[in-house]
């Protein structure tokens, strides 16, 4: 993982501060974010789903919702999205081609109901609360089975998603360059958005997190027994974690080269972000050094390329079995 990213309530600090006199509205950056984040998620999930043991239909977008953003704001925040409906959880991204665009959907259309039911709406006061019931509840749908979507109205909009690798993407409002994945969620910083050099350079970073949902990380962390408190960074628990890096490393290559981006991405991006101002003076005991890094990721960068020169298939050495963390 690129550091531990904040808590995702942290995008509501765009809408709690005190009111934007002569700033700049934060909303339009993080909508055209999502967007990038929508079509490169899109791209890796799908066309790399005969890799991936656990998949989830793929619609192709990021779903948005009022609630995230403080009264006053919201309407400035919606309107980034082409969004006015102040109630419902709306579209806040979607990637070209895609089952959901090519159904008709379009960037801000509030959904009022799925498959004949309204939209589920979550528990708790958590900010994403109905977001991740909707996504939860979308993950469970059968791989090729039509989803009517009412869209107001009386509106009902049929799309027909395709196999995706299991997990949904999000974007927070964050200057850090970091990003995150929980098991079946990968979460992007604006920050590691703007450091990306182009959406190459994203997609490396974002095929790393991907790569952590695809091998299990978190839950054979916590299989191993592993400690995320204060002993992350020391003994058993650095060097379990570290194993995780690398093997993410290792698989984002390939991620990279089964979507068609370059798989020499993720050696560039390393290389500048292991050098980047203001990084922390010293190496996290939980990750590798990023000059062994960067060789690592080009040693996977030449497999692949050997195997292209010889017209064999790509197959990644780590999706049959993974090594035990011990």
């Known amino acids: 993982?690129?550091?531990?990213?904040?808590?995702?309530?942290?995008?509501?600090?765009?809408?709690?501060?005190?009111?934007?006199?002569?700033?700049?509205?934060?909303?339009?950056?993080?909508a055209a974010t999502e967007a990038r984040v929508a079509a490169i998620g899109f791209r890796l999930t799908t066309a790399n789903a005969a890799w991936c043991r656990a998949r989830q239909p793929q619609f192709g977008w990021i779903w948005g919702d009022p609630r995230l953003y403080a009264t006053d704001r919201r309407p400035e925040a919606l309107a980034a999205y082409g969004a006015d409906d102040p109630d419902h959880a709306y579209i806040a991204a979607l990637a070209p081609a895609s089952p959901a665009a090519s159904a008709g959907m379009t960037v801000g259309t509030p959904v009022v109901g799925m498959a004949s039911a309204p939209v589920p709406d979550g528990v708790g006061d958590h900010p994403f609360a109905r977001i991740t019931a909707i996504e939860t509840s979308l993950a469970a749908l059968p791989l090729d089975a039509p989803l009517a979507l009412e869209v107001g109205a009386g509106r009902i909009v049929s799309i027909t998603p395709v196999t995706g690798c299991a997990s949904d993407f999000r974007v927070e409002a964050n200057e850090r360059p970091a990003a995150v994945a929980d098991g079946r969620m990968v979460l992007v910083n604006q920050g590691l958005a703007d450091f990306a050099a182009d959406d190459a350079e994203l997609a490396a970073a974002i095929a790393h997190e991907l790569a952590h949902n695809i091998l299990r990380h978190r839950a054979r962390l916590d299989a191993a027994g592993v400690d995320r408190g204060l002993?992350?960074?020391?003994?058993?628990?650095?060097?379990?974690?570290?194993?995780?890096?690398?093997?993410?490393?290792?698989?984002?290559?390939?991620?990279?080269?089964?979507?068609?981006?370059?798989?020499?991405?993720?050696?560039?991006?390393?290389?500048?972000?292991?050098?980047?101002?203001?990084?922390?003076?010293?190496?996290?005991?939980?990750?590798?050094?990023?000059?062994?890094?960067?060789?690592?990721?080009?040693?996977?960068?030449?497999?692949?390329?050997?195997?292209?020169?010889?017209?064999?298939?790509?197959?990644?050495?780590?999706?049959?079995?993974?090594?035990?963390?011990?």
């Open 1 to 30: 993982m690129l550091r531990t990213a904040r808590s995702i309530c942290a995008i509501l600090s765009l809408s709690m501060t005190a009111p934007a006199v002569a700033q700049k509205s934060p909303y339009a950056p993080l």
């Open 231 to 326: 002993g992350k960074q020391f003994g058993r628990n650095a060097r379990l974690f570290k194993q995780t890096e690398v093997e993410a490393d290792r698989l984002s290559v390939w991620l990279l080269a089964g979507a068609g981006y370059d798989p020499a991405a993720a050696a560039r991006f390393w290389s500048r972000f292991g050098q980047r101002k203001g990084r922390p003076l010293l190496q996290a005991s939980t990750h590798p050094n990023w000059r062994n890094r960067v060789a690592s990721l080009e040693t996977e960068a030449s497999a692949v390329a050997s195997l292209r020169k010889t017209g064999h298939p790509l197959h990644p050495p780590l999706i049959d079995a993974a090594p035990p963390l011990e």
